[in-house]
């Protein structure tokens, strides 16, 4: 079974883009959750997804947004794009999204905001 | 807010030794929790898991314990071979939170031959 994917894996932008970043679980997963992780902040938690529905939130700003489509997959979007948003952009999935359940992350997507 | 912790930023281990890495948490609330090894390059892998019903849990090489009277979780890495340097996060997921886990800051264990 494939693992959790996430395109692209690297990306450079300038200040004040968005981007979109996107990632697809492993198959029959329906939950999908998206994490920052940088050296300062460590890995933090953006927002989860759930049949299509927002179902966590974590501490960030409105520039950072999410959805689910029907097949679960996942993309999130950056909105004017600070220097502070470079980072890795993790997404993981579980299959129903429960509190104990494991999630299982993609490799990232590496983002530089210059 | 509550976190997760570490108290070792860095771990070095002699080859064929054992590791023992610890983390300790503040939400009381915490049902679940996991440890993850990341290596370079790399998502997160999961690596072992515990319920807050349990006090110890094994896999292949590597015990988890739990001690929810001091909030305190470790992981023991059994017979450390190079192929375990990486850096490992403990993290929780409080009850009824749905996927919302909250990582600690992160061990790296370096391996020496």
């Known amino acids: 079974k494939a693992g959790v994917t996430q395109t692209p894996r690297y990306l450079i932008k300038t200040r004040g883009q968005q981007v979109t970043l996107s990632c697809s679980p492993i198959?029959?997963?329906?939950?999908v959750s998206w994490y920052q992780q940088t050296p300062g902040q460590g890995l933090q938690f953006l927002f989860e997804y759930f049949s299509e529905t927002q179902r966590n939130k974590g501490n960030f700003p409105g520039r950072f947004s999410g959805r689910q489509f029907s097949n679960s997959r996942s993309e999130m979007n950056v909105s004017t794009l600070e220097l502070g948003d470079s980072a890795l952009y993790l997404c993981a999935s579980s299959l129903f999204g429960q509190g104990s359940e494991t999630q299982y992350f993609g490799p990232g997507t590496r983002l530089l905001v210059l | 807010g509550e976190s997760v912790g570490l108290h070792l930023p860095t771990l070095s281990v002699q080859e064929g030794d054992n590791s023992i890495i610890n983390c300790a948490y503040s939400n009381s609330a915490s049902d679940y929790f996991i440890w993850y090894k990341q290596e370079s390059g790399k998502g997160p892998q999961f690596i072992i898991d515990i319920r807050s019903n349990m006090d110890k849990r094994q896999g292949q090489r590597v015990t988890v314990l739990l001690n929810k009277t001091v909030k305190h979780l470790s992981l023991q890495i059994a017979a450390t071979q190079p192929g375990d340097s990486a850096v490992y996060f403990c993290?929780?997921?409080?009850?009824?939170?749905?996927?919302?886990?909250?990582f600690g800051g992160g061990t790296r264990v370096l391996v020496k031959p």
């Open positions: 993290a929780e997921n409080p009850q009824a939170a749905g996927n919302k886990l909250t």
């Open positions: 198959s029959g997963h329906r939950s």
